[in-house]
């Protein structure tokens, strides 16, 4: 008797995602992407299974403003990657749904070389979730392009909201793309962005004449008024074209270098440690506010609890206490 066809589909094993067939891959993280029960449980086991082959991977986040050339930049970096004989994978983290139709569109024309490259992996990002809920899944489907033999990962993010704190909680190093044009540009970084960023790269240096090294200079200065990051670590700014590939070699030397530095001095497993941690009371956040929005009862009772609060009828406290009740929670 054979089995049936339908489960067969949904049943990847942790070998055929090791093989690294980018098809076993996809599949695996459609898997781990599924809110459906059954498919969480086989994706828990699944990722269970194949943590001891992950933590390999050089992991890069990129952010910039949208049109800065993150999608350009990546498929450049990637390319020169892979013929070097690394294997890349290429994330996106976008938690507006209303975006996420174009960011599909725009990384299949942007990373054309990348996604016809047999050595490369391009996913975009999970179509639904909070901010939270999308960054766990690009978080679980890094672990599983490692496990499938990918050696660099490369997440791309857009610069507004959120996502970079989420992206850079996933990442070893992360790289904040600028567009020349000093001073204004300078004005329009969002406070935080410098902490975050372990470089950064002007782009367009192709057709912007002098403005980026400009820019270069401005962005070296804000670095020397900030309080250092890490003691081992100075960001550098550098110029670039993802268009031409013009410094994407001393881009990439750079990233190595932190790599080393980060492994000697054990930063690299203390930092990794730290987000595994973030990593644990992020995923029960999500599944609390699951349970939360698939309770039926609860869905019910909300909008009258809303209107009651919002009527001023119902405290917040109380509206609170009720929800929480009706999920079986004490108050
Ligand atoms: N001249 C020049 N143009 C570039 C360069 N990099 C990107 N571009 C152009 O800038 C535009 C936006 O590039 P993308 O790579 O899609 O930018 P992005 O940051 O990924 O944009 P979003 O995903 O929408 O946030 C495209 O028209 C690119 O061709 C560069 O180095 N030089
Ligand atoms: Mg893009």
Redesign the pocket.
Known sequence: MSAPKSTTRTEITPDAVRSGHRAALARAITLIESRKPEHREAARRLLHELMPSTGKAIRVGIT????????????SLGSLLTSRGHRVAVLAV?PSST?TG??IL??KT?MARLAADPNAFVRPSPSSGTLGGVAAKTREAMLLCEAAGFDVILV?T??VGQSETAVADLTDFFLV?MLPGAGDELQGIKKGILELADMIAV??????GNRASAAAAEYRAAFHILAPQSATWTPPVIT?????S?GLPELWEKVEDHRRRLEATSELRAKRQQQDLRWMWALIDERMRERLTSNAAVRDRVPQIEREVAAGALSPMAGADTILRTLGMDA
């Open positions: 910039g403003v949208p049109g800065v050339g993150k999608s350009t930049t990546i498929d976008d975006r174009g960011a725009g990384d942007r791309e857009v610069g793309l782009n367009k240096a192709d057709d912007s670039i074209s993802g268009l031409t013009q």
